[in-house]
C-alpha cells in the first residue's frame, strides 16, 4: 500500500515540469514546417477562387430532399467556384433569423411560409426571394397503393366516411384516423375534416420518421392509414402512395383558415437568399439564382441518400458527375 | 431530471428504524399510525369524490382548447419574443453583453476546432492530426487517471474513428470540454454562495428546477436568436441543462463537511476565506468532483438537441440518420455518444480518486518521509516526448493527420443493427400491435379520460388531496402554486392528458424497476451483468431508438410511454437495487436462519425495509419519464409535448409552445415535491 501510494505521489509532482516539457515539445512541432500537408493543402482546391468566392453558408433544413438540394449547390460551388461551404443544419423558423447577422446566406428550399416571408422580406428586409428552384410541391391526403388497389373509390374524398371504420386507432376515439406529421408544415386538416363533415379525428405523428415509418408498415403489413403527405419526398420512390382528391382549390379558397374545405395549393418551392448575400457580388449567389431541377432529378439525390445509404457528398457528386450539362447551365 | 443530490441525500438517511422498546417511542408509533390511517381515509374520499364527480360531470369544463387557438398568455409570449427580436439589432445591451460573450465563445471554439478536428481555409487538416489527439489523450489520461484509464480512452478514441465519425466525436469532446469549464466557473461559486447562504439557496433551487425541467426545445429558438447560429448557442443551451447537478452537489458537499471541523477550524481563529480555501473546499472535493462527472454526464445528453440549432459534434450524424430512418447509422453515431459517456464517466471517477491519494501523500511528503519513485517520473516524461513527436508528425504528415478510412468498423455494423431491427420489426408486428392496444385500452385511456374529461376544479381538488394525504401540508402547498400556473398557462387538459400517460409510464417503470432490482440487489453476478445494459440504455440519445419504436408501435402515446420507460428504467432500478443492498446484512441474516422463503424475504423483509429508496426510485423514475415528454411529442405522444415541439417549428405557435414547457416543469416540480415529501416521512417513519 506504501509503496502504491508513492508512485502517485511522484506523478503530483512531476505535473507541471512535464506537463510544460510536452507542450514545449508540442508547440515545435507546429512551428516547424516539412512533411507532405503544405502539398496536399495546394493540390486541394483551386485557392485563386477561393479568393473570389469566400465563405458560402447553406442552411440545411431537416428533410431528405432540402438536404439534396443543398448539397449539389454546395459542391458545385465547392468545385467549380472554389467557395468554402458550411453546411448549417437549421429548422425553417431559425434558419430564417439567420439571414440578418449573415449567418445563413440561402434557404434553397422554402414551402411558403407567408409569416416568415412577411417578417423577414417584407418588413425587416434582410431576405430576398432568389426565384424557383423547379420543383413543386404537392401537399395532400394519400394511401398506401394496396389501399387504391383494393378499394379503388377511396381516392375520392366523398367516399372516405364508409371507410372509416377501417382506419380506427387506438388514438382516434372511435373515429377514423387521419395521421399528420411534422408540426412545421403548414396543415389545414382539422378544418378540413370538420368542414367536409368526415367522420375522422386528426391524430398528430409529431415529426417526419413517425409519419414515413407508418406508411411504410402500412404498405408492408396491408394495415389501413390515410395520412397527410407531400412531394417531393425520396419516400414516394420506394413507396408510391396515392393521393386522395379533395374538393378541388380555387384561388382564395383557403382565405380563412376555420372555414377551408378545399385542396392544398400546388407550391412552387423557391429559393430564399440574405439580402447582404445578394448585393455581394460572390458568384455563389449567381449560382443559387441559377439553380433549377426537377422533382424527379431531387428524388433521384434523396434516393442516393435515404435509400442507398450514400453520404450527401457523395450523393451530390455521383448526380453532377451523371448531369454535366444541367450543372454548366446553373453556372452561366 | 433532478437530481443526483437528493438521491445522495436520502441515502444519508436514516435507513433503519430505530428499536421501539421504550413506552414513549411506542405511543409515538401509536399516533403515527392513527397519523396514517387518517391519511388513508383522506386519500380514498378523495378517489371516491373524483369518480363520482367524473361520472356526473365528464366532459364538461375540460378547459380543452383547439390545435391552432391561442390564448392571451401565449400572444403575450410571441410578443415578448418578437421585441426580443428587434431589440437585439439596437441594444446597448446585446452589443457590449451579448455579443463579446457569443464571439468569445464562438472564437475559442472555432480554434480548438482548428487544432484538434477541422481544417480550415487555408489548411485542409486540423493542426494536429488523429495520430497527435490520440496520443495527446492517451498520455493526459496516464498522467491523471493511469494505465488503465489510459487504454480506455485509447480504445474509445480509436473506435471513433473507425466508427467514421472521427471529426464529429472530437468536435463532441471540445464542446463538452468548454462547456464543463464554463459550468465550473459559473458553478462552483454558485455552490458555493448558495451553501454559505440559505437565502441564495433558496431563491437560486427553483431557478435550479426550472433550468433543468424547462424542455430545451421551448428556448432553443429564442437562445439562436440572442447567441447567434452557432457553437455558442448550443454551448449556451448545454449549460443550462448541466449547470444545475454541478451547483446542487457542490452545495451539498460543501454544506455537508462535519461542523465539528469547521467550530475547531473557528475556535482556531481562521476567517471565513480560510475555512472555505483551506478546510470546506478541500474537505469537499470528491463530491465536487461527482458534480463536474455529472455536468459532464448532462452536457453530453444535449448533444443532439444542440445539433438542432447546428451545434458540432456527433447530435447531426444521429439526427441525419433520423431523418432517412437509417437506424444503424443513428445506432452507430449513438453508440459513439455512449462512448464518450463512459470514456469520460470512467476517466474523471479514476482521476479524481487518484488526487484524493495524491494529496494525502503531498502532505505527508512535505515531512520529507518519502521521496517520489524516479520510474514514474522517467514514464511520464518519455510520455511527454513520445507525445510531442506523434503531434509533430501528424501536424506534418496527411497519413498521420487524416483518420484512415479502413478498417470501416461502422458500415458493417450499421448494417447488421438495420437488419437485426427489421428482423424483430418483421417478427414481433403482431404481438407488439397487441400489446400496446391492450395498454391503451386498460391504462392509458381510462386514465386519461378521468384526468382529462374530469371537470378542471374536480382535478385541481382531488390532486391537492392527494399531495395532502401522501406528502403532507408542504407538498400540498407546492401543488396550489404548481396548479395556479398551469391553469395560468391556459393548457390544463393538455397537462392531464400529459399527466395520463406520464403516470401510466411511471408504473410501468416502477414494476419493472422492482423485478430488476430486487433481483439485482439479490445477486452481485446479476447485477454486474445488467448494469452495463442500464447505463447505456441512459446514455445513447433517445432518437436512435424511435424509429425502431414506430416501427413496432406505430406514432401512438404507448410509443411516447415505451420511449420514457426505456429512460427512467435503469435510474429507478439502480436505486431500488442500492436499497435492497443497504437493508442490514443482521436483520436478513436473522430472518435466513428463521427459515424464510426467498418470497418471503423480498415480500416481508427486504422490501418494506427499503421502502423509502423504492418511493426514491418512483421520484426518479417519473421525473426522468417527465423529460422524455418532448421525445413522446415527436412519435405520437400528443399532449404539451407536441405542443412543445410544434412551437419550435412553427414562430406562430412559439408562445403555446413556451407555455406547454412551463406547464411540463410545474407538472414535474408537482410531481418531485409530492414523491419526494412522501419518501422523506417514510422515511421518517
Same mark, same amino acid.
Not at chain 1, 423577414?120 to 434582410?126: A, C, G, P, R
Not at chain 2, 470540454?177 to 459550468?183: D, E, G, K, P, R
Not at chain 2, 454541478?246 to 473557528?266: F, K
Given at each position: 500500500?506504501?509503496?502504491?501510494?508513492?508512485?502517485?505521489?511522484?506523478?503530483?509532482?512531476?505535473?507541471?515540469?512535464?506537463?510544460?516539457?510536452?507542450?514545449?515539445?508540442?508547440l515545435?512541432?507546429?512551428?516547424?514546417?516539412?512533411?507532405?500537408?503544405?502539398?496536399?493543402?495546394?493540390?486541394?482546391?483551386?485557392?485563386?477562387?477561393?479568393a473570389?468566392?469566400?465563405t458560402?453558408?447553406?442552411?440545411?433544413?431537416?428533410?431528405?430532399?432540402?438536404?439534396?438540394?443543398?448539397?449539389?449547390?454546395?459542391?458545385?460551388?465547392?468545385?467549380?467556384?472554389?467557395?468554402?461551404?458550411?453546411?448549417?443544419?437549421?429548422?425553417e423558423?431559425?434558419?430564417?433569423?439567420?439571414?440578418?447577422?449573415?449567418?445563413?446566406?440561402?434557404?434553397?428550399?422554402?414551402?411558403?411560409?407567408?409569416?416568415?416571408?412577411?417578417?423577414?422580406?417584407?418588413?425587416?428586409?434582410?431576405?430576398?426571394?432568389?426565384?424557383?428552384?423547379?420543383?413543386?410541391?404537392?401537399?395532400?391526403?394519400?394511401?398506401?397503393?394496396?389501399?387504391?388497389?383494393?378499394?379503388?373509390?377511396?381516392?375520392?374524398?366523398?367516399?372516405?366516411?364508409?371507410?372509416?371504420?377501417?382506419?380506427?386507432?387506438s388514438?382516434?376515439?372511435?373515429?377514423?384516423?387521419?395521421?399528420?406529421?411534422?408540426?412545421?408544415?403548414?396543415?389545414?386538416?382539422?378544418?378540413?375534416?370538420?368542414?367536409?363533415?368526415?367522420?375522422?379525428?386528426?391524430?398528430?405523428?409529431?415529426?417526419?420518421?413517425?409519419?414515413?415509418?407508418?406508411?411504410?408498415?402500412?404498405?408492408?403489413?396491408?394495415?389501413?392509414?390515410?395520412g397527410?403527405?407531400?412531394?417531393?419526398?425520396?419516400?414516394?420512390?420506394?413507396?408510391?402512395?396515392?393521393?386522395?382528391?379533395?374538393?378541388?382549390?380555387?384561388?382564395?379558397?383557403?382565405?380563412?383558415?376555420?372555414?377551408?374545405?378545399?385542396?392544398?395549393?400546388?407550391?412552387?418551392?423557391?429559393?430564399?437568399?440574405?439580402?447582404?448575400?445578394?448585393?455581394?457580388?460572390?458568384?455563389?449567389?449567381?449560382?443559387?439564382k441559377?439553380?433549377?431541377?426537377?422533382?424527379?432529378?431531387?428524388?433521384?439525390?434523396?434516393?442516393?441518400?435515404?435509400?442507398?445509404?450514400?453520404?450527401?457528398?457523395?450523393?451530390?457528386?455521383?448526380?453532377?458527375?451523371?448531369?454535366?450539362?444541367?450543372?454548366?447551365a446553373?453556372?452561366? | 431530471?433532478?437530481?443526483?443530490?437528493?438521491?445522495?441525500?436520502?441515502?444519508?438517511?436514516?435507513?433503519?428504524?430505530?428499536?421501539?422498546?421504550?413506552?414513549?417511542?411506542?405511543?409515538?408509533?401509536?399516533l403515527s399510525?392513527?397519523?396514517?390511517?387518517?391519511?388513508?381515509?383522506?386519500?380514498?374520499?378523495?378517489?371516491?369524490?373524483?369518480?363520482?364527480?367524473?361520472?356526473?360531470?365528464?366532459?364538461?369544463?375540460?378547459?380543452?382548447?383547439?390545435?391552432?387557438d391561442?390564448?392571451?398568455?401565449?400572444?403575450?409570449?410571441?410578443?415578448?419574443?418578437?421585441?426580443?427580436?428587434?431589440?437585439r439589432?439596437?441594444?446597448?445591451?446585446?452589443?457590449?453583453?451579448?455579443q463579446?460573450?457569443?464571439?468569445?465563445?464562438?472564437?475559442?471554439?472555432?480554434?480548438?476546432?482548428?487544432?484538434?478536428?477541422?481544417?480550415?481555409?487555408?489548411?485542409?487538416?486540423?493542426?494536429?492530426?488523429?495520430?497527435?489527439?490520440?496520443?495527446?489523450?492517451?498520455?493526459?489520461?496516464?498522467?491523471?487517471?493511469?494505465?488503465?484509464?489510459?487504454?480506455?480512452?485509447?480504445?474509445?478514441?480509436?473506435?471513433?474513428?473507425?466508427?467514421?465519425?472521427?471529426?464529429?466525436?472530437?468536435?463532441?469532446?471540445?464542446?463538452?470540454?468548454?462547456?464543463?469549464?464554463?459550468?465550473?466557473?459559473?458553478?462552483?461559486?454558485?455552490?458555493?454562495?448558495?451553501?454559505?447562504?440559505?437565502?441564495?439557496?433558496?431563491?437560486?433551487?427553483?431557478?435550479?428546477?426550472?433550468?433543468?425541467?424547462?424542455?430545451?426545445?421551448?428556448?432553443?429558438?429564442?437562445?439562436?436568436?440572442?447567441?447567434?447560429?452557432?457553437?455558442?448557442?448550443?454551448?449556451v443551451?448545454?449549460?443550462?441543462?448541466?449547470?444545475?447537478?454541478?451547483?446542487?452537489?457542490?452545495?451539498?458537499?460543501?454544506?455537508?463537511?462535519?461542523?465539528?471541523?469547521?467550530?475547531?477550524?473557528?475556535?482556531?481563529g481562521?476567517?471565513?476565506?480560510q475555512?472555505?480555501?483551506?478546510?470546506?473546499?478541500?474537505?469537499?472535493?470528491?463530491?465536487?468532483?461527482?458534480?463536474?462527472?455529472?455536468?459532464?454526464?448532462?452536457?453530453?445528453?444535449?448533444?443532439?438537441?444542440?445539433?438542432?440549432?447546428?451545434?458540432?459534434?456527433?447530435?447531426?450524424?444521429? #439526427? =441525419? &440518420? %433520423?431523418?432517412?430512418?437509417?437506424?444503424?447509422?443513428?445506432? *452507430?453515431?449513438? !453508440?459513439?455518444? $455512449?462512448?464518450? +459517456?463512459v470514456?469520460?464517466?470512467?476517466?474523471?471517477?479514476?482521476?479524481?480518486?487518484?488526487?484524493?491519494?495524491?494529496?494525502r501523500?503531498?502532505?505527508?511528503?512535505?515531512?520529507?518521509?518519502?521521496?517520489?519513485?524516479?520510474?514514474?517520473?522517467?514514464?511520464?516524461?518519455?510520455?511527454?516526448?513520445?507525445?510531442?513527436?506523434?503531434?509533430?508528425?501528424?501536424?506534418?504528415?496527411?497519413?498521420?493527420?487524416?483518420?484512415?478510412?479502413?478498417?470501416d468498423?461502422?458500415?458493417?455494423?450499421?448494417?447488421?443493427?438495420?437488419?437485426?431491427?427489421?428482423?424483430?420489426?418483421?417478427?414481433?408486428?403482431?404481438?407488439?400491435?397487441?400489446?400496446?392496444?391492450?395498454?391503451?385500452?386498460?391504462?392509458?385511456?381510462? #386514465? =386519461? &379520460? %378521468?384526468?382529462?374529461?374530469?371537470?378542471?376544479?374536480?382535478m *385541481?381538488?382531488? !390532486?391537492?388531496? $392527494?399531495?395532502? +394525504?401522501?406528502?403532507?401540508?408542504?407538498?400540498?402547498?407546492?401543488?396550489?402554486?404548481?396548479?395556479?400556473?398551469?391553469?395560468?398557462?391556459?393548457?390544463?387538459?393538455?397537462?392531464?392528458?400529459?399527466?395520463?400517460?406520464?403516470?401510466?409510464?411511471?408504473?410501468?417503470?416502477?414494476?419493472?424497476?422492482?423485478?430488476?432490482?430486487?433481483?439485482?440487489?439479490?445477486?452481485?453476478?446479476?447485477?454486474?451483468?445488467?448494469?452495463?445494459i442500464?447505463?447505456?440504455?441512459?446514455?445513447?440519445?433517445?432518437?436512435v431508438?424511435?424509429?425502431?419504436?414506430?416501427?413496432?408501435?406505430?406514432?401512438?402515446?404507448?410509443?411516447?410511454?415505451?420511449?420514457?420507460?426505456?429512460?427512467?428504467?435503469?435510474?429507478?432500478?439502480? #436505486?431500488?437495487?442500492d436499497?435492497?443492498?443497504?437493508?442490514?446484512?443482521?436483520? *436478513?441474516?436473522?430472518?435466513?436462519?428463521?427459515?424464510?422463503?426467498?418470497?418471503?424475504?423480498?415480500?416481508?423483509?427486504?422490501?418494506?425495509?427499503?421502502?423509502?429508496?423504492?418511493?426514491?426510485?418512483?421520484?426518479?423514475?417519473?421525473?426522468?419519464?417527465?423529460?422524455?415528454?418532448?421525445?413522446?411529442?415527436?412519435?405520437?405522444?400528443g399532449?404539451?409535448?407536441?405542443?412543445?415541439?410544434?412551437?419550435?417549428?412553427?414562430?406562430?405557435?412559439?408562445?403555446?409552445?413556451?407555455?406547454?414547457?412551463?406547464?411540463?416543469?410545474?407538472l414535474?416540480?408537482?410531481?418531485?415535491?409530492?414523491?419526494?415529501?412522501?419518501?422523506?416521512?417514510?422515511?421518517?417513519?
Amino acid at each position: 500500500m506504501k509503496k502504491w501510494i508513492d508512485k502517485r505521489g511522484g506523478a503530483g509532482r512531476l505535473k507541471n515540469s512535464a506537463l510544460a516539457a510536452v507542450f514545449m515539445t508540442g508547440l515545435l512541432g507546429l512551428t516547424a514546417c516539412g512533411g507532405d500537408i503544405s502539398a496536399a493543402g495546394s493540390s486541394g482546391g483551386a485557392s485563386g477562387a477561393a479568393a473570389a468566392c469566400g465563405t458560402f453558408n447553406v442552411a440545411v433544413n431537416p428533410w431528405v430532399g432540402y438536404e439534396a438540394d443543398a448539397y449539389v449547390v454546395g459542391t458545385v460551388a465547392k468545385q467549380k467556384l472554389g467557395c468554402t461551404v458550411n453546411y448549417k443544419t437549421l429548422k425553417e423558423e431559425v434558419a430564417w433569423q439567420g439571414f440578418g447577422s449573415g449567418e445563413v446566406d440561402t434557404v434553397l428550399e422554402n414551402w411558403g411560409h407567408p409569416e416568415l416571408t412577411d417578417k423577414y422580406i417584407t418588413k425587416d428586409k434582410t431576405a430576398v426571394d432568389a426565384g424557383q428552384t423547379g420543383n413543386t410541391g404537392v401537399i395532400g391526403w394519400f394511401v398506401p397503393p394496396w389501399m387504391a388497389k383494393q378499394y379503388p373509390d377511396i381516392t375520392d374524398y366523398k367516399n372516405l366516411n364508409k371507410y372509416a371504420d377501417l382506419f380506427k386507432t387506438s388514438e382516434s376515439g372511435g373515429k377514423g384516423q387521419l395521421l399528420d406529421g411534422d408540426p412545421s408544415y403548414v396543415t389545414n386538416d382539422e378544418a378540413l375534416v370538420k368542414n367536409l363533415n368526415l367522420n375522422f379525428k386528426v391524430v398528430y405523428a409529431g415529426s417526419e420518421p413517425a409519419l414515413i415509418q407508418a406508411f411504410r408498415q402500412a404498405e408492408q403489413n396491408h394495415t389501413p392509414l390515410i395520412g397527410y403527405f407531400y412531394e417531393p419526398q425520396w419516400f414516394l420512390n420506394e413507396v408510391p402512395l396515392v393521393k386522395v382528391n379533395l374538393p378541388a382549390y380555387t384561388a382564395g379558397c383557403d382565405a380563412d383558415a376555420a372555414k377551408v374545405a378545399c385542396d392544398y395549393p400546388k407550391y412552387d418551392l423557391n429559393k430564399i437568399v440574405s439580402s447582404k448575400f445578394a448585393s455581394s457580388g460572390s458568384p455563389a449567389y449567381k449560382l443559387v439564382k441559377n439553380f433549377n431541377w426537377t422533382n424527379a432529378d431531387q428524388n433521384a439525390v434523396a434516393g442516393y441518400i435515404a435509400k442507398d445509404n450514400m453520404s450527401p457528398e457523395a450523393a451530390a457528386k455521383k448526380w453532377i458527375d451523371a448531369n454535366p450539362d444541367k450543372v454548366a447551365a446553373w453556372l452561366k | 431530471m433532478s437530481t443526483v443530490t437528493s438521491a445522495r441525500e436520502r441515502k444519508a438517511g436514516p435507513a433503519v428504524k430505530p428499536p421501539a422498546s421504550s413506552t414513549e417511542a411506542r405511543s409515538a408509533s401509536v399516533l403515527s399510525t392513527l397519523r396514517r390511517q387518517w391519511r388513508r381515509t383522506l386519500l380514498v374520499a378523495v378517489v371516491l369524490l373524483w369518480v363520482v364527480l367524473w361520472a356526473v360531470l365528464h366532459g364538461t369544463q375540460t378547459l380543452e382548447i383547439g390545435g391552432a387557438d391561442k390564448t392571451d398568455v401565449h400572444l403575450w409570449l410571441n410578443s415578448v419574443r418578437d421585441a426580443f427580436d428587434s431589440a437585439r439589432t439596437n441594444s446597448a445591451f446585446f452589443e457590449y453583453v451579448v455579443q463579446p460573450i457569443t464571439d468569445g465563445v464562438n472564437g475559442l471554439v472555432t480554434f480548438l476546432q482548428s487544432l484538434f478536428s477541422q481544417g480550415t481555409a487555408t489548411r485542409p487538416v486540423p493542426q494536429v492530426g488523429w495520430l497527435g489527439v490520440v496520443a495527446l489523450l492517451a498520455w493526459l489520461t496516464f498522467t491523471f487517471a493511469g494505465i488503465r484509464s489510459m487504454i480506455l480512452v485509447a480504445v474509445c478514441v480509436l473506435l471513433f474513428g473507425f466508427f467514421g465519425y472521427w471529426q464529429q466525436s472530437i468536435d463532441t469532446l471540445i464542446v463538452t470540454f468548454v462547456t464543463v469549464v464554463l459550468c465550473a466557473v459559473v458553478g462552483l461559486p454558485l455552490g458555493i454562495w448558495m451553501a454559505r447562504s440559505k437565502r441564495a439557496s433558496s431563491v437560486l433551487t427553483p431557478v435550479l428546477d426550472l433550468m433543468q425541467t424547462l424542455p430545451s426545445f421551448a428556448y432553443l429558438a429564442p437562445l439562436a436568436l440572442v447567441f447567434g447560429i452557432g457553437p455558442a448557442a448550443a454551448i449556451v443551451t448545454t449549460i443550462i441543462y448541466s449547470l444545475p447537478p454541478l451547483v446542487r452537489i457542490t452545495e451539498h458537499g460543501i454544506r455537508n463537511v462535519s461542523p465539528t471541523t469547521l467550530e475547531a477550524v473557528t475556535s482556531m481563529g481562521g476567517t471565513a476565506w480560510q475555512t472555505l480555501v483551506k478546510v470546506q473546499l478541500p474537505m469537499a472535493r470528491r463530491t465536487i468532483v461527482v458534480g463536474i462527472n455529472q455536468c459532464t454526464m448532462a452536457a453530453l445528453s444535449m448533444a443532439t438537441i444542440a445539433a438542432l440549432i447546428n451545434g458540432p459534434g456527433l447530435g447531426q450524424p444521429v #439526427l =441525419q &440518420s %433520423l431523418q432517412s430512418l437509417d437506424v444503424g447509422g443513428a445506432f *452507430v453515431s449513438g !453508440l459513439a455518444i $455512449v462512448l464518450m +459517456a463512459v470514456m469520460l464517466d470512467r476517466t474523471t471517477t479514476a482521476a479524481s480518486e487518484r488526487s484524493v491519494v495524491a494529496a494525502r501523500f503531498q502532505k505527508r511528503s512535505r515531512s520529507g518521509l518519502m521521496p517520489g519513485p524516479k520510474r514514474r517520473v522517467t514514464i511520464v516524461t518519455i510520455g511527454a516526448v513520445l507525445a510531442g513527436v506523434a503531434v509533430y508528425l501528424s501536424h506534418s504528415y496527411l497519413a498521420l493527420a487524416q483518420f484512415p478510412a479502413s478498417p470501416d468498423l461502422g458500415s458493417p455494423l450499421a448494417s447488421a443493427v438495420s437488419n437485426a431491427t427489421q428482423w424483430v420489426v418483421n417478427t414481433f408486428a403482431g404481438f407488439t400491435g397487441w400489446l400496446k392496444d391492450t395498454v391503451t385500452a386498460a391504462l392509458v385511456d381510462p #386514465l =386519461q &379520460s %378521468l384526468l382529462a374529461q374530469a371537470p378542471w376544479w374536480v382535478m *385541481v381538488i382531488v !390532486l391537492l388531496g $392527494v399531495a395532502l +394525504a401522501l406528502g403532507g401540508l408542504r407538498a400540498a402547498a407546492v401543488t396550489v402554486v404548481c396548479e395556479a400556473v398551469i391553469l395560468g398557462t391556459g393548457l390544463w387538459n393538455e397537462s392531464m392528458k400529459t399527466l395520463a400517460t406520464t403516470l401510466v409510464a411511471t408504473l410501468l417503470v416502477i414494476v419493472a424497476a422492482m423485478a430488476l432490482g430486487v433481483w439485482m440487489g439479490r445477486s452481485k453476478i446479476v447485477d454486474s451483468a445488467i448494469r452495463p445494459i442500464l447505463d447505456a440504455l441512459q446514455t445513447i440519445p433517445s432518437f436512435v431508438y424511435l424509429v425502431p419504436a414506430l416501427a413496432l408501435f406505430g406514432p401512438t402515446r404507448f410509443t411516447a410511454i415505451i420511449a420514457a420507460f426505456c429512460y427512467g428504467v435503469p435510474i429507478a432500478t439502480k #436505486l431500488v437495487a442500492d436499497g435492497i443492498r443497504g437493508v442490514s446484512p443482521v436483520t *436478513v441474516e436473522a430472518s435466513e436462519s428463521m427459515g424464510t422463503t426467498s418470497w418471503q424475504m423480498i415480500s416481508k423483509v427486504q422490501l418494506p425495509m427499503s421502502r423509502s429508496a423504492v418511493v426514491l426510485a418512483a421520484n426518479q423514475g417519473l421525473l426522468y419519464v417527465l423529460s422524455m415528454v418532448v421525445v413522446g411529442g415527436l412519435v405520437g405522444g400528443g399532449g404539451l409535448g407536441y405542443l412543445v415541439v410544434a412551437g419550435f417549428s412553427q414562430s406562430q405557435l412559439f408562445g403555446k409552445g413556451l407555455a406547454a414547457g412551463i406547464a411540463i416543469t410545474a407538472l414535474g416540480v408537482m410531481l418531485d415535491r409530492i414523491t419526494k415529501y412522501t419518501a422523506a416521512r417514510l422515511g421518517r417513519d
